[in-house]
């Protein structure tokens, strides 16, 4: 059970999604310092264009996301909408509109049924408790099958710290600086400016590592707040004793939320770790990865337990990446089946079959030209992906 000292969250349902919980409100008791990473995506939804706003002033009270409908594309109602959103919370709750961020996910092109919404807010409001964070993470699910909560507990100058988060994304996803959403919670005390670097940073190597789809969404956000009420001396500046420890414990929830988000990819049966090495750097390594993850042939042999090494060479060699054939390795699920210019054979075939069969998978390769490495979650593509998206509107 996830709780976060200094803040409450709620979940309901408000009739956006029929009977499913679809508005959640997440509170901190006391002013606290924010920072938020989005899409950068040319075509945003308006409570992107609002919550931007709100994290530039670096404080916020609290946060209200519905799920159903994305606010994306639907004119100057739009804005307003997810304006009005705010300032619904915000009366309810009794702070500033500008200290409350906005998040909407679900179809894109329809407007948000704002009396649902109106009811939702008055609803989450009288249900806020310590320990609502799961009813929020299922109040912002779309096509996911299950809630994403993660948390974990340091100590910073003689205190104990929490820091949690939920997320939610199961399709339209390789993000670019964010995730699809995300909403973590700290009760440390740090400096607005640290908390932009530090969530900047654990979005790096957590949910900007993540693809499913190879599609960014139009709404992708993630937000860090954090309340102070833990006491522990502020983290100010890089200097400040502390920061290290902060830092990896932000990036420890955002991986494990990450991982998540690959493995319940939208119809997936796998969740699949990409990892290059021996790249020329790493940005090669990343290029590499991600070919490999967002490989429609690759997802599919995985889907299949085909051990299809050949797909791996080849969208890596399609993407211009630099190797040395004779000096490359391929492994499925630890097996070696392609080494040194040719394949290792039958049997490592057949071992690399029967590790396919897992719910995790690992597709490595060394490239053979430098020190560059890269790590990357996906997921396998399915029957039920294109069902899915085939009666997906938007």
Known sequence: MIKVPGFRAAGVACGIKDDAHDLALLVSDVPATAAG??????????????????????????????????????????????????????AKLGVKTEEVFVASTGVIGEPLPMANVRRGIGAATARLETTGWEEAARAIMTTDTFPKCASTRIRLGGRNVTVAGIAKGSGMIEPDMATMLAFLATDAAVSAPILRRVL?????????????DGEASTSDTTLLLASG??????????????????????????????RDLARDGEGATKLITVRVSGARNSAEAERAARRIANSVLVKTA?????????????????????????????????????????????????????????????????????????????????????????????
């Open 37 to 90: 990473v989005f899409t950068r995506s040319t075509v945003v939804g308006a409570p992107v264009e609002w919550s931007r706003r709100v994290a530039r002033r670096g404080r916020a009270r609290a946060v209200v996301v519905n799920s159903g409908c994305s606010n994306v594309a639907v004119g100057e109602c739009g804005y307003r909408d997810a304006k009005a959103m705010a300032e619904l919370a915000a």
């Open 200 to 212: 900047k940073r654990a979005a790096d190597a957590s949910f900007n590592r993540v693809t499913v």
């Open 229 to 258: 009420v833990a006491g522990n001396p502020l983290i100010q500046n890089a200097r400040s004793p502390g920061l290290r420890k902060f830092e990896a414990a932000v990036r420890e929830v955002s991986v494990a939320l990450a």
């Open 302 to 394: 995985i889907f299949g337990r085909d051990p299809n090494w050949g797909r791996i060479l080849q969208t890596v060699g399609a993407g211009r990446v630099r190797l040395k054939l004779d000096r490359t390795e391929v492994s499925l699920g630890g097996v070696s089946v392609f080494r040194n210019g040719a394949p290792t054979g039958r049997a490592a075939r057949r071992r690399a079959a029967r590790r396919l069969e897992a719910s995790e998978v690992e597709v490595s390769i060394c490239l053979g030209v430098g020190r560059g490495e890269a790590e990357v979650w996906s997921c396998d593509l399915t029957y039920d992906y294109v069902r899915i998206n085939a009666e997906y509107t938007s």
